[in-house]
């Protein structure tokens, strides 16, 4: 928020952008550039780390959109990353439309679902809120479950990978660069979202939703387009999860993912963008090296309870992180660039 | 000069038994600095928010002219009376605390942007020129308010006297015709009452805003108001000049009791 000491601006345009030292420009390089030589050399285990963390990081861009910069807690984002993967599922299996196509038709038609279930978001706030998009979550995997003619009665939904343009994607090569390029496009939305008025009306109903109105932000319409948003995300997140697994499952979108996505947005740090990138990744990678940890220490205690291990650390994450550093790995990232940019001097 | 800017008649609050407003009429003429004074639970706020659409009256009318056309406050949504350049500030300071003194200000100029989804979620050239645009009028209530120093602080983070100054500027921003100003001095010192009733006073002569203005302290009411409305319990048992206010035996009865009233102490 506060910008940083020695660096002056000598118009308003200049203080707009984004990156406007130096290191921030370097910062971008490198992330760049060890994103794209890392799947080079890593692991085919790790690859499908790194593609989830793609898809997660959209994900949790979406909820924080709702949660960390509208205020408006959620409880259904893992209803409505099913709405995504089923939607994009269901228009290629059973219409057979292109893939490009049905992903942004489940955008769309998740970002409307969402904005249908935001509508208890005009009168409940706080914990009634919380309650309201708990029965979001638990209406939406009714339907897909119990709906015999949408699922089969089965729950579920099997789709081939896509061709685009001639192109198949079978591998985790190439949707790495699938998942990167959405992961990246989502990123920048999200970040100019919060440059204009749009994104000061949802931070202004978040801080004050009374003094808002009384200045003029139409509470209705920027509540109900916070949540439409938000679920857009959810909507791409859910349908990439579709093409790139080629199932799609009512058990991986039920309560715990929504909880898992809150989890997410509280250690990446509330209401920010680079904290959202940050705790998806934290929130998938530490799974993940336990699991590997699991692997090769075989027959030991972690090995043998790798189930409790996880809900326990899961737990404790969250735990730490609400004591010592509220506001997540976000901030913690701020205070080391503040460190390296005045280094050697504390201030 | 002297039009009417806001006619507010026979509005009636209750809220269960209580009756919080009963049968206010009040007349604000255009360019004036209209004081509305009376003692704690005397329905000032209610006023304030019956004309600002938070509250709806259940009876009465509040009528807002301006050149071309007269709206009726009372049907109307709070977001669409500040679009109609109607302002407030609130008595306990009702800023967006974690955002900075900028965004506050930026806020303000919400009813004057123009907001597509598509322009914000892709940064195109409207949304930043709109940005461009707003700055500048908000940097001129920077300069007239004084707070220069704090753009970019959080206002959560600032004292309690420049919340107030920033509450101000968030509501000049919108370039209102009428201000509705509750309490804006409230729990400030002498020296911070005098620069508040300054700004008031500069708005209202440089932008010749009309303001409404809740007040406690007598001494500022009666040196910078044109007009008086003195409410008790929900009435209006006063109006008129700060002088024929002041001098009139009903307000001095609210005020400092019966006794004083019959002994024409003022």
Known sequence: MTPATGVFHRTYGSELRLRTTTAAQVRLVLAVVALVVAPFVITPYWMTVAIQVGIAAIGALGLNILTGFTGQISLGHGGFLAVGAYTSALLVTRLGLPTGVTVLAAIVVTAAVGALFGLPALRLKGLYLAIATLAAQQIILWVVRNTTWLTGGTGSVFVDYPTIAGFRFDNDFRWYWVVLACAAVATMVARNLFRVGIGRAFMAIRDQDIAAEAIGVNLTRYKVLAFAVSSGFAGLAGALTAHWTQIVTWERFTLSVSILYLAMIIVGGLSSIVGSLMGAAFMIIVPALLTQGAQSLEGSFLSRQLPAVELFVFGLVIVLFLIFEPRGLARMWQRTKDYLRLWPFRY | ?266
């Not at chain 2, 806001?6 to 009756?19: E, M, R």
């Not at chain 2, 004081?35 to 009528?63: D, E, W």
């Not at chain 2, 609130?90 to 900028?102: D, K, P």
């Not at chain 2, 914000?120 to 209530?141: C, K, N």
Request: charged residues 25%; glycine residues 10%.
């Open chain 2, 1 to 266: 000069m002297g039009v009417n800017q806001l006619v507010v008649d026979g509005v009636s609050l209750s809220f269960g038994g209580v009756d919080a407003l009963r049968d206010v009429s009040l007349t604000v003429r255009q360019g004036d600095i209209h004081a509305v004074i009376g003692p704690n639970g005397a329905g000032k706020t209610s006023l304030l928010n019956c004309t600002s659409g938070l509250y709806r009256p259940q009876a009465g009318s509040i009528a807002y002219h301006q050149a071309d056309a007269t709206t009726e406050l009372t049907r109307t949504r709070p977001d669409r009376v500040a679009a109609l350049g109607v302002a407030r500030s609130f008595q306990n300071i009702e800023l967006f605390r974690h955002l900075t003194v900028l965004d506050n200000l930026m806020l303000g100029r919400h009813t004057r942007m123009r907001h597509s989804l598509a322009a914000a979620l892709a940064w195109f050239g409207p949304a930043r020129r709109q940005e461009l645009e707003h700055r500048e009028v908000v940097e001129e209530i920077i300069d007239l308010l004084e707070i220069q120093l704090h753009r970019h602080a959080p206002v959560g983070a600032l004292s309690y006297g420049i919340q107030k100054r920033v509450e101000l500027g968030r509501a000049l921003a919108l370039e209102p015709g009428l201000l509705l100003l509750d309490e804006p001095m409230a729990g400030m010192n002498t020296e911070e009452k005098e620069d508040m009733a300054r700004f008031v006073l500069d708005v209202n002569e440089l932008k010749g805003v009309t303001c409404v203005l809740i007040e406690h302290d007598m001494d500022v009411v009666m040196d910078i108001s044109d007009r008086v409305t003195v409410l008790n319990f929900g009435q209006v048992i006063g109006d008129g000049t700060p002088d024929e206010v002041s001098g009139s035996p009903a307000v001095i009865e609210a005020y400092l009791g019966s006794e004083a009233a019959t002994e024409g102490v003022a």
